[in-house]
């Protein structure tokens, strides 16, 4: 018995040929795989639930209630946007000072590493290095622009304090010899700022300008009435976006200054739903504090960096939400109908070495519900998650480790409250 040889003239040489022919007579499954392989390039996020649960996957859709999530083993999930703390990437904290151009604006949004342009009537220019591209920001929007970020770590977050957080009641520009000018703000090009000092016009030439900052209280940033979301990019810059969809691997939506934005799933390292399921304690008034240092004076309480006035670093991750305290603190805040949980992440930043030891303590009324051991930088953050709603009043301690408050930079990560 023989058998006939295989007419090798039609056998694929490689499995490229073999894809060639099925695209060819098959164009649906042509798009299959075009989709499937570009969804498989997309960045997995991994997420957390009001309730404590975890989620992962890729983002393939967003509304205005729900995101959709892609795992591996193509099961979709549509996650309520209530339901949902945040979506982030595994991604490290960089050691250097963030080079370029920077433009604050309120609550914590911002655009880094940018190139600004002119001022016009309205707004100022600028031209996003990432895929954020061209933007007019309306200048009602701005809180301050830093134009020469300094180079040393410490002295950028000292500059961007004073920019962000200064209490002043007129425009301020910062001048690289240290000088401090301060008048009314009549616009910058690129050659000068311009100021209107005791009544007259001053132009100042712009390469000995360092950081413009604008008077707090006539700044408007809009909120929108219901949820809205906040996207951090790897760059990052984070904006608060409302009317987000997804299309063809970008995010399109609106930022909350009114610009349209496009910007690939790629360049987005977190999501963060803003709704009032989740409230930081951040954005609630404390209702008593109490300070007591054990070498020197304490220092209070500060919101949204460290308490020695740092972003937040944690085991390597940052972080933009929490409160920053030093042994001995004590914070009391009374709860609210519908106060259901409270979550936090504490640990001793990174920035803290290895001499400062904190003790974290939580209580609801008067009884005590979470103490740790006595945690240094060195320790992994520690996951609170406790039930609240039978509770009036939620108070955090701040204690004395094994040195008593030396380094003791102690961060309530995302402290907040599910309702």
Request: aromatic letters at 6%; one cysteine or more.
């Given at each position: ?5 295989p007419?090798r003239s039609?056998r ?5 040929g073999?894809?060639?022919i ?13 989709g499937?392989?570009?969804?498989a390039?997309e960045p997995?996020?991994?997420?957390l639930?009001v309730d404590?649960?975890a989620?992962?996957?890729r983002?393939?859709a ?5 995101i959709?999530?892609?795992?591996d083993?193509?099961a979709?999930e ?5 339901s949902l703390v ?6 490290r904290?960089?050691t ?9 604006l ?6 880094m ?5 002119a001022t ?8 996003s ?6 933007l007019?920001i309306p200048?009602?929007?701005v809180?301050?622009v830093i134009?020469t970020?300094p180079t040393?770590?410490?002295a950028?977050?000292?500059l ?5 957080g200064?209490t002043r009641s ?5 001048m690289?010899?240290?000088?401090r000018?301060?008048?009314?703000f009549?616009g ?7 100021l209107?000092?005791?009544?007259k ?5 712009r ?5 413009v ?7 408007s ?5 219901s ?13 608060g976006?409302?009317d987000a969809r997804v299309?063809r691997?970008?995010?399109?939506a ?10 690939p799933i790629?360049d987005?390292?977190?999501?963060d739903?803003?709704s009032d399921?989740?409230v930081?304690?951040?954005d609630?008034k404390?209702d008593?504090?109490d300070n007591s240092?054990?070498f020197g004076?304490?220092?209070p ?10 972003g937040?670093q944690?085991g390597g991750?940052t972080?933009d939400r929490g409160?920053g305290t030093?042994s001995?603190?004590?914070l009391?805040y ?9 979550q ?6 990174d920035?803290a ?5 904190v ?6 009324d008067?009884?005590?519900?979470v103490t740790?051991p006595p945690m240094?930088?060195r320790?992994?953050p ?8 039978e509770?009036?009043?939620?108070i955090l301690i701040?204690?004395f480790g094994e040195r008593g408050?030396?380094r003791?930079l102690?961060d ?6 599910v309702?």
């Open positions: 018995m023989s058998f006939a040889r007419n039609f694929p040489r490689s499995l490229v073999l894809m060639t099925l695209v060819c007579f098959c164009p649906a499954l042509s798009r299959t795989v075009a499937e392989t570009a969804a390039t997995v996020f991994t997420g639930r404590g649960k989620v992962s996957g983002i393939t967003i509304t205005a209630d729900r959709t999530l892609d795992s083993e193509d979709e549509e996650v309520p946007l209530r945040k979506l982030a990437r595994d991604l904290v960089p250097q000072a963030p080079e370029g151009a920077h433009v604050l309120p609550e914590g949004d911002r655009l590493r940018v190139i600004v342009g016009t009537d309205t707004g100022i220019e600028v031209q290095q990432s895929a954020l591209g061209k007019t200048l009602e929007c809180l301050g134009l970020a040393e770590s410490d950028f977050d000292q961007w304090n004073r920019v962000a200064e007129t425009e301020v520009v910062w690289a010899n240290g000088d000018l301060t008048g009314g009549l910058l090009d690129d050659r000068a700022v311009k209107q000092i005791d009544g016009p001053v132009e100042i030439d390469t000995g300008v360092v950081a900052g604008f008077d707090p209280t006539v700044v940033y809009p909120r929108h009435d949820s809205y979301l906040d996207l951090t990019f790897a760059d990052g810059s984070r904006l976006v409302t299309e691997g970008q995010v399109v609106t930022a909350r200054f009114g610009q349209p934005i496009r910007v790629g987005l390292v977190r999501l739903p803003r399921a989740v930081y304690l951040s609630r404390v008593a504090q240092g054990y004076a304490p220092r309480l500060r919101v949204d960096r460290t308490v020695d006035g740092h937040f944690l991750h972080y409160l030093q001995q603190t004590l009391a009374r709860l609210k109908p519908g106060d259901r949980r409270f936090a992440l504490v640990g001793v930043d920035r070495g290895p001499l400062g030891s003790v974290f303590r939580v209580l609801t008067r009884k005590s519900r740790t240094s930088s320790d992994a520690l996951a609170i998650d406790i039930d609240i709603s509770a009036k009043l939620l701040t204690e408050d030396v003791d102690a309530w990560v995302e402290a907040r409250i309702r």
